[in-house]
C-alpha cells in the first residue's frame, strides 16, 4: 500500500517537510528536534484537514437533533421495515443532511493520514533517515519491545503510554459518551465499542517511537478539535 505511486509521492514530500522542519529546530532543540519536528507536521497537517473536521461536526449535530424523531420511527414502525426507511428518508431529507454526511469528511482524510503514519513507520520507498534520530535518549525507529532493559520500560515509552491513554479516556468521555447520549437510536453495542479508544495505547507499544509520537500528536489535536468545535459551532 505505501508503495502505490500516489501515496508514496505523499510520503516523499512529507519527508522533505520533515527533513526540513528537524534541520529548523535543532539548533533551538538539539536531540529533541526530530521529536518536535513530528508533533509540528502532525499539527500542520491537521490543520489542513480542519474544513472536513468542521463538515463532520456539522453533520454530528445535525444528526443529534434528528435523533428523537428517528427513535420515535423506529419504535413506531418497526415491524413494518419498508415504512421505517421511507419515513427516516423523509427526515434526512427535510433536515438537508443524510446518514453518511459525518462518514465522507473522515473518509476524504484517510489518504493523507494513512501517508503519514506510513512515514512514521518507515514504510514508504527507501530508507527513512528520520528513523534513526533519537528523542528521549530512544531511537525514533525502535519499538518498545526492542528498547526494554530487563522488565524496565524506557521513561520515554513509559510517559507515551500514560499520555496516549490520558488522551483516550478523555476522547471517550469528553466526546464519545456525549455523542451517544445525543443520539439515542445508536445500537447499545456501542457502548461497549467505545473503548476502542484505547487501542492507540496498544498500537504504540508495537510501533516506532516516531509512530507513537505521531499517534498521541494526532489523538491529542482531535480531541481538542472536537471538544471546541461542538462548543462553538451553532446547534
Known amino acids: 500500500m505505501y508503495t502505490f ?18 534541520t ?6 538539539g536531540a529533541t528536534a526530530a521529536g518536535l519536528a513530528i508533533v509540528g507536521l502532525t499539527v500542520a497537517v491537521r490543520l489542513l484537514l480542519l474544513p472536513l473536521g468542521v463538515a463532520q461536526v456539522r453533520a454530528e449535530k445535525q444528526r443529534a437533533r434528528i435523533a428523537p424523531r428517528l427513535a420515535e420511527i423506529t419504535k413506531r414502525h ?13 427526515v434526512y431529507t427535510e433536515a438537508g443532511t443524510s446518514p453518511l454526511a459525518g462518514c465522507l469528511p473522515g473518509l476524504v482524510q484517510i489518504p493523507l493520514v494513512v501517508a503519514l503514519y ?7 520507498p527507501g530508507e527513512e533517515p528520520l528513523l534513526a534520530h533519537t528523542f528521549g535518549g530512544i531511537e525514533l525507529g525502535s519499538t518498545l519491545v526492542t528498547s526494554l532493559e530487563g522488565v524496565l520500560v524506557p521513561p520515554v515509552f513509559a510517559a507515551l503510554l500514560v499520555l496516549l491513554a490520558l488522551v483516550a479516556w478523555a476522547n471517550r ?12 437510536a445508536q445500537p ?3 457502548a461497549a465499542l467505545s473503548y476502542m479508544q484505547f487501542t492507540t495505547v496498544v498500537i ?3 510501533v516506532p517511537l516516531a509512530a507513537g509520537i505521531y499517534l ?20
Open 5 to 22: 505511486g500516489p501515496i508514496a509521492a505523499v510520503i516523499s514530500m512529507l519527508s522533505a517537510v520533515l527533513a526540513a522542519l528537524t
Open 188 to 190: 447499545p453495542m456501542l
Open 216 to 235: 498521541f500528536a494526532s489523538t491529542a489535536w482531535a480531541l481538542a478539535e472536537k471538544v471546541v468545535l461542538r462548543r462553538v459551532l451553532p446547534d
Open 173 to 184: 468521555r469528553y466526546v464519545v459518551l456525549p455523542m451517544m447520549r445525543d443520539n439515542p
Open 24 to 29: 529548523t529546530l535543532t539548533p533551538l532543540a
Open 78 to 90: 418497526g415491524k413494518n421495515p419498508e415504512r421505517m426507511l421511507a419515513e427516516q428518508r423523509k
Open 118 to 124: 506510513g512515514l512514521f513507520i518507515g514504510a514508504g
Open 204 to 206: 504504540a507499544a508495537f
